[in-house]
């Protein structure tokens, strides 16, 4: 019924969709460039999933997750400047991935292949895919209130520090599904390039959140399609069509 | 009964004192006027209220007291899409057209987005933000310029009449000593540390202000007219 071609084009579109809605609510804080950096982080983990036979998913999840962890209680438990130590941190990250990754799957870690995705890792990147989109539609307000204004969300009663981790554990999550498309290197444009676009058209955040992710899904579903007839690779293709889009978007600039 | 009562508070950042041995306490119904210099910890009290910072000492409210916000400014894009009506409902309140009323803005408001609007228009309705989730407790943190729009209601006769409507406790940092003998019942003088703390015309005295703010400093203590 879900023939392998379709299957693709679901997962990639999924994926997408999660990334447009998480990087229109990251680009509320300037946050854009924690999922470039993040999705560096990911890198020694998938790796060893190479190396050790293991699902590269679950690999970059948990030195994902790990890195979260970092960011995190640098900003909120210790004095030291974030984007330094961030910096520092994932470019480390970024060498110890290379030097760990077989040679002959280094372009697949760096830039993704979603062409050969087992049975198993589709209904995983659909499924959690979903759970993000659906946990970012329930969490949108307080998430968004966190963001713009940590001081005005206590004031509502919310914890913003609390808010802050979720959100960039959903972050992990949608890094760890997106490396499968795009790879590590291309990762940070799934959250980057269509909120951006949608930011320059958008007129409220429902009409942000929305076409972030249908941005996001259009470049997957035209990406992969170009991908298929001209045999590239399909996270470059994806990150070429969303980039036209956020240059097309700049002359509808409201 | 007090809504909000502080003990001995001090507030350190890095080993540098932002505000030390300060107590007050406040009273639904009454407005505290906290004033001092640039840098005198005015905001920091108020972080320390919200729980934004650590501090040492006693904060104590009633269980249950909901606290309103009004920041000087908020640090927001200019080109953010994030329209009036979905600000306001970001606290899950609804009637968002009553409270534009409530700050004298018009319903067509809601349709803006926020960085379209004006500094005196954002502060009016960072005050409908405040208000919405009826507050017990309402911080008022003034812009350090005036921000009043023509032709209508200044901020601090808004203030004063959503205080007496919902007999909130009102704290205000204000840089207009004016303001402060008008619409205070109480007033707090901070310079890191306590100053004075009493009835403005009795604690205000000129060797006080001077103690302040610095002996050469001319106050501006002009009159609204």
């Given at each position: 019924m879900l023939t392998p071609e379709l299957q693709i084009f679901i997962a990639a579109s999924l994926i997408a969709a999660a990334g447009g809605m998480l990087g229109s609510l990251a680009l509320l804080r300037r946050?854009?460039?924690?999922?470039?950096?993040?999705?560096?982080?990911?890198?020694?983990?998938?790796?060893?999933?190479?190396?050790?036979?293991?699902?590269?998913?679950?690999?970059?999840?948990?030195?994902?997750?790990?890195?979260?962890?970092?960011?995190?209680?640098?900003?909120?438990?210790?004095?030291?400047?974030?984007?330094?130590?961030?910096?520092?941190?994932?470019?480390?990250?970024?060498?110890?991935?290379?030097?760990?990754?077989?040679?002959?799957?280094?372009?697949?870690?760096?830039?993704?292949?979603?062409?050969?995705?087992?049975?198993?890792?589709?209904?995983?990147?659909?499924?959690?895919?979903?759970?993000?989109?659906?946990?970012?539609?329930?969490?949108?307000?307080?998430?968004?209130?966190?963001?713009?204004?940590?001081?005005?969300?206590l004031s509502a009663g919310y914890k913003p520090h609390i808010l802050e981790f979720l959100f960039l554990m959903i972050f992990a999550l949608a890094v760890a599904v997106g490396i499968k498309f795009t790879g590590a290197l291309l990762m940070g444009s799934i959250i980057i390039i269509p909120a951006a676009a949608s930011r320059n058209i958008a007129r409220s955040m429902n009409q942000y959140l929305a076409i972030s992710a249908v941005f996001g899904i259009l470049g997957a579903v035209l990406g992969i399609f170009i991908s298929k007839f001209y045999g590239f690779p399909p996270g470059p293709a994806f990150v070429l069509f969303a980039g036209a889009l956020f240059f097309i978007s700049i002359f509808f600039r409201r | 009964m007090n809504v909000l009562e502080v003990k001995n508070l001090k507030v350190v950042y890095d080993r540098d004192v932002a505000l030390d041995n300060i107590s007050f306490s406040l009273e639904r119904g009454e407005a505290l006027a906290v004033i001092g210099p640039n840098g005198s910890g005015k905001t920091t009290l108020f972080r320390a209220i919200l729980g934004a910072v650590g501090y040492n000492g006693d904060i104590k409210m009633p269980k249950g007291t909901k606290i309103g916000y009004v920041p000087q400014k908020i640090d927001?894009?200019?080109?953010?899409?994030?329209?009036?009506?979905?600000?306001?409902?970001?606290?899950?309140?609804?009637?968002?057209?009553?409270?534009?009323?409530?700050?004298?803005?018009?319903?067509?408001?809601?349709?803006?987005?926020?960085?379209?609007?004006?500094?005196?228009?954002?502060?009016?309705?960072?005050?409908?933000?405040?208000?919405?989730?009826?507050?017990?407790?309402?911080?008022?943190?003034?812009?350090?310029?005036?921000?009043?729009?023509a032709g209508q209601k200044t901020v601090y006769e808004l203030l004063h009449k959503l205080q007496e409507e919902h007999n909130l406790g009102l704290i205000?940092?204000?840089?207009?000593?004016?303001?402060?003998?008008?619409?205070?019942?109480?007033?707090?003088?901070?310079?890191?540390?306590?100053?004075?703390?009493?009835?403005?015309?009795?604690?205000?005295?000129?060797?006080?202000?001077?103690?302040?703010?610095?002996?050469?400093r001319k106050f501006y203590q002009h009159a609204h007219s």
């Open positions: 946050m854009a460039l924690v999922g470039d950096a993040l999705s560096h982080v990911a890198l020694p983990g998938v790796a060893l999933g190479i190396l050790f036979n293991l699902n590269i998913f679950a690999g970059a999840l948990a030195f994902l997750i790990f890195g979260t962890i970092i960011i995190w209680a640098v900003e909120h438990k210790t004095k030291l400047p974030v984007d330094t130590l961030v910096g520092v941190m994932f470019t480390l990250a970024l060498a110890i991935g290379a030097l760990l990754t077989p040679k002959e799957d280094i372009l697949e870690a760096l830039f993704g292949d979603i062409a050969n995705i087992s049975q198993f890792d589709f209904w995983l990147a659909s499924l959690i895919s979903l759970a993000i989109i659906i946990l970012l539609l329930v969490f949108y307000k307080k998430f968004t209130l966190s963001l713009i204004s940590s001081d005005l969300a | 927001l894009e200019r080109d953010l899409p994030i329209t009036v009506k979905e600000f306001l409902t970001l606290r899950d309140h609804a009637a968002p057209e009553k409270t534009l009323g409530a700050v004298d803005l018009a319903p067509s408001f809601l349709g803006k987005r926020i960085g379209e609007l004006s500094s005196g228009e954002l502060q009016r309705v960072l005050i409908a933000w405040a208000i919405i989730g009826h507050p017990d407790l309402l911080l008022f943190d003034e812009p350090t310029a005036s921000v009043d729009m205000l940092i204000s840089h207009d000593l004016t303001v402060v003998y008008r619409y205070a019942n109480k007033v707090l003088c901070l310079n890191r540390e306590q100053i004075c703390f009493g009835v403005p015309d009795e604690v205000l005295t000129p060797s006080e202000l001077a103690r302040l703010y610095g002996k050469d």
